[in-house]
């Protein structure tokens, strides 16, 4: 546990009641590798596609299909799909959940949010699949 310990982003970063600085946003990211790292201790010899697609979804969930993500800058359908998925909801999630910076934001508001990020944030075709599911309540 000590070495899951050592890769912890600070409770002052994940609670902060306002707007992250650069270098707390800059620390923020880095979560996407240290879970990888956390991942790399548990797998076993024999990779499995359980472990390729938690890894995937760790390392690239916040890659954008712009290529404006991170951690690698990934474009398009070279982010793996299961991580396009994730990124879409992890939004949903973020925009529709309290928050120690925010409370919920209603859901036409995330819907538009959404929308308007089609294409930039969200690969379409995924983003198009969450309004429906929006649509639906």
Same mark, same amino acid.
Do not use: W
């Given at each position: 546990?000590?070495?899951?310990?050592?890769?912890?982003?600070?409770?002052?970063? #994940?609670? =902060?009641? +306002?707007? %992250?600085? !650069?270098?707390?946003?800059?620390?923020?990211?880095?979560?996407?590798?240290? &879970?990888?790292?956390? #991942?790399? =201790?548990?797998?076993? @010899? !024999? @990779?499995?596609?359980?472990?390729?697609? *938690?890894?995937?979804? *760790?390392?690239?969930?916040?890659?954008?299909?712009? &290529?404006?993500?991170?951690?690698? +800058? %990934?474009? &398009?359908?070279?982010?793996?799909?299961?991580?396009?998925? #994730? &990124?879409?909801?992890?939004?949903?999630?973020?925009?529709?959940?309290?928050?120690?910076?925010?409370?919920? %934001?209603?859901?036409?508001?995330?819907? @538009?949010?959404?929308?308007? *990020? =089609? +294409?930039?944030?969200?690969?379409?075709?995924?983003?198009?699949?969450? #309004?429906?599911?929006?649509? @639906?309540?």
């Amino acid at each position: 546990m000590e070495f899951i310990k050592s890769f912890a982003i600070s409770d002052n970063i #994940l609670t =902060k009641p +306002g707007k %992250l600085t !650069d270098k707390e946003f800059e620390e923020m990211k880095k979560h996407t590798i240290y &879970g990888c790292d956390i #991942l790399d =201790k548990f797998k076993q @010899e !024999d @990779e499995n596609e359980f472990y390729k697609y *938690c890894y995937d979804i *760790c390392r690239y969930h916040h890659e954008r299909y712009d &290529g404006k993500g991170y951690p690698n +800058g %990934l474009i &398009g359908d070279r982010i793996p799909e299961v991580a396009r998925i #994730l &990124g879409v909801a992890d939004a949903y999630d973020a925009m529709a959940s309290n928050r120690s910076y925010r409370n919920a %934001l209603p859901q036409n508001i995330v819907r @538009e949010e959404i929308k308007k *990020c =089609k +294409g930039t944030q969200f690969d379409p075709a995924i983003a198009d699949i969450m #309004l429906r599911m929006i649509d @639906e309540d």
